[in-house]
């Protein structure tokens, strides 16, 4: 394309948001690296002036000047002296995007003759990207900007990017973690559950679903039988049964997983304790005693899933972990419920022998988690930053939950709650002929979002009339009119305010 004189075109080569994300200045500089990669400005051309430029695009002169001067830095432009801004020709030796170069694959390949998993074919994830525009987002496992430590956060990053950080994380680490984070999911955050692990007990993993995807690997095939909450966490289901085990479902009541309840032959048995996914129940005290003593006398491994046990609790209780003295639990972490869901980070804790296992089953998937981001929670976490934002957390999500229960009892007294202490969400019964599904589409139109909770059920077609809220990501002022529309979606006239 040849190259453009007129500033006023420039401006529309070069478009700027101020709702990016990204500053002006780096805006200004993707635009132009775009620009010449693309081949959209020639070496013989200059730049329009920084003064010109910065009147078309409505910025300061000077933020023009700094973009200009690190793309000069970069060997993207080249000044020169009362001539202006050029695009370097070396750069221009780069290969170009061709127009049309994207081929598309052979439509006679039958990809899926050929796979040996159907990971394609397991319940999918409730999709609901645009969350953050929704003006009442009971979603669960999102997170509240409000409340998110953005300077806390900041801090820990500029720390973990100085020089002598940097020379900390940047080299390979093969198979090994910051000991620095090991070192504060020691004494930080597994003391909370009453777990106390030494260093060589503990892994760091992308997030709880990593971990799973990994034990279920490493632990089991065909043949394995896994006992499993039901309802339960859909996504663990699909990962035992990926790796060809068979996924036997118990039922869950108001005390959780019913251990009598569990076959003899199950070789595996995965709970969530604190609060069971999804029906927020903890398992009681009788029943934590059981599961553990029937795990000994069948040779039974337990992973114990405690994917928001950081949270602040009115009766908070120990991990299996905790208590377990044969070794047989496995306790899987995570800080996506108190830092961020985006961040990816969790961890596992077993016997040293598992986790040297599991070191070489990792690097073998992906080496390790990147350094730089351990580092940076290994900083927040060694500060403190961890220990007040679950209290900030805790606090505004017991007020959440009172003001949604009150909400749903007010107006939608014909379902019943699982009303169960602590927890990010609630579980919800509809009267009978209620479909999850069908509401949570009209509740949609209405911008009120909710999870159905059938694919939470080992058979979800027969349980259809379950719905869950979640109250991390939706401010308290909220709740109430969401649920006043969410009441009017299921057909039911609001109640008088």
């Known amino acids: 394309m040849a190259a453009r004189t007129d500033p006023a075109i420039w401006s529309g080569l070069f478009r700027i948001s101020p709702e990016s994300g990204q500053t002006l200045q780096a805006q200004i500089r993707q635009a132009?690296?775009?620009a010449i990669l693309d081949r959209q400005i020639a070496a013989s051309m200059p730049l329009p002036s920084c003064r010109v430029l910065a009147e078309k695009l409505g910025v300061a002169r000077g933020t023009v000047v700094l973009a200009f001067q690190q793309l000069v830095d970069q060997g993207f432009l080249i000044a020169k002296e009362r001539r202006g801004h050029f695009v370097n020709p070396e750069m221009l030796t780069l290969p170009a995007r061709a127009p049309g170069a994207i081929r598309k694959s052979d439509p006679t390949l039958d990809w899926k003759s050929r796979r040996k998993v159907a990971a394609s074919e397991m319940p999918e994830p409730?999709?609901?990207?645009?969350?953050i525009r929704a003006s009442y987002p009971f979603v669960y496992g999102q997170f509240d900007p409000g409340l998110f430590p953005t300077a806390e956060w900041r801090e820990c990053n500029r720390m973990a990017l100085a020089v002598l950080e940097i020379r900390n994380w940047a080299s390979d680490m093969v198979d090994r973690d910051d000991p620095l984070l090991i070192e504060q999911i020691q004494a930080r955050l597994l003391p909370r559950r009453g777990i106390f692990a030494n260093p060589d007990e503990i892994i760091v993993t992308l997030g709880a679903q990593h971990a799973l995807y990994m034990l279920?690997?490493?632990?089991?095939g065909r043949g394995t039988k896994v006992a499993m909450e039901n309802p339960g966490y859909p996504d663990a289901r699909s990962i035992f049964r990926l790796s060809g085990a068979d996924v036997v479902p118990v039922p869950v009541d108001r005390e959780g997983i019913d251990p009598d309840a569990i076959p003899d032959d199950c070789g595996f048995a995965f709970v969530t304790p604190s609060h069971q996914c999804p029906t927020?129940?903890?398992l009681s005290e009788e029943r934590r005693q059981k599961l553990i003593a029937d795990a000994q006398k069948h040779d039974r491994i337990i992973i114990e899933d405690g994917y928001d046990s950081q949270l602040v609790d009115d009766a908070p209780q120990q991990a299996l972990r905790g208590i377990d003295r044969s070794g047989r639990v496995i306790y899987v972490g995570s800080m996506s419920k108190t830092l961020a869901p985006g961040l990816r980070l969790g961890y596992i804790v077993a016997s040293a022998e598992l986790i040297a296992e599991l070191r070489a089953l990792r690097r073998f998937m992906l080496r390790h988690p990147p350094a730089n981001n351990q580092r940076a929670v290994a900083l927040f976490l060694s500060l403190g930053?961890?220990?007040?934002?679950?209290?900030?957390?805790?606090?505004?999500?017991?007020?959440r939950r009172e003001r949604l229960i009150g909400a749903v009892s007010s107006y939608l007294p014909e379902w019943r709650i699982t009303d169960t202490p602590g927890g990010t969400s609630l579980w919800l019964e509809g009267p009978h002929g209620t479909s999850g599904k069908a509401l949570a589409e009209l509740a949609a139109s209405r911008s009120v979002l909710i999870e159905p909770g059938a694919r939470f059920f080992d058979q979800p077609e027969k349980n259809g009339r379950f719905v869950r809220l979640g109250i991390s990501s939706i401010a308290l002022q909220h709740i109430e009119p969401g649920i006043r529309e969410l009441a009017t979606a299921a057909g039911r006239r609001p109640a008088a305010a």
Do not use: G, P, Y
């Not at 409730?126 to 969350?131: A, I, L, P």
């Open 216 to 220: 279920a690997t490493l632990l089991m």
């Open 126 to 131: 409730s999709k609901q990207e645009n969350w």
């Open 385 to 399: 930053h961890h220990e007040a934002l679950v209290r900030r957390l805790s606090t505004a999500f017991q007020e």
């Open 32 to 34: 132009i690296v775009a």
């Open 280 to 282: 927020m129940v903890s």
